[in-house]
């Protein structure tokens, strides 16, 4: 079984920066889509962030301009830069991956464990 293993939450201060990243535990035959979502205390989870196999990305509206997700194909590493961090954004981050698990397997959904990032002074 495949666990996505997420590093870099952490308390940051208002108007601070954080790298979120997300790789999987084992080597997968192929990767889909991938996203970041985040839940607030008391509130829904969220869709932050994605990127397609194309490359092209959204954007919640609330971070456009000041978080970039990107991906490393070679290695299938996934991350999220946030700048200009706000204390709405205090949340647990989950990084979500669509895996193939071979050649003859769709598709899969598979989320991190959650990262705490606590914005604050």
């Known amino acids: 079984q495949v666990q996505l293993v997420e590093s870099g939450g952490g308390l940051v201060q208002p108007g601070g920066s954080l790298k979120l990243s997300c790789t999987p535990s084992?080597?997968?035959?192929?990767?889909?889509?991938m996203g970041w979502e985040r839940q607030a205390p008391g509130e829904e989870r969220e869709v932050v962030a994605e990127?397609?196999?194309?490359?092209?990305?959204d954007y919640a509206t609330s971070v456009k301009g000041r978080f970039t997700i990107s991906r490393d194909r070679a290695w299938n590493e996934l991350d999220l830069h946030m700048h200009n961090l706000k204390p709405e954004a205090t949340a647990v981050y989950y990084c979500?991956?669509?895996?193939?698990?071979?050649?003859?397997?769709?598709?899969?959904?598979?989320w991190g464990q959650g990262t705490q990032v606590p914005v604050s002074s």
């Open positions: 979500n991956l669509a895996l193939r698990m071979g050649a003859f397997s769709g598709l899969s959904p598979y």
């Open positions: 084992r080597s997968i035959f192929s990767i889909g889509g």
């Open positions: 990127i397609r196999t194309t490359g092209s990305t």
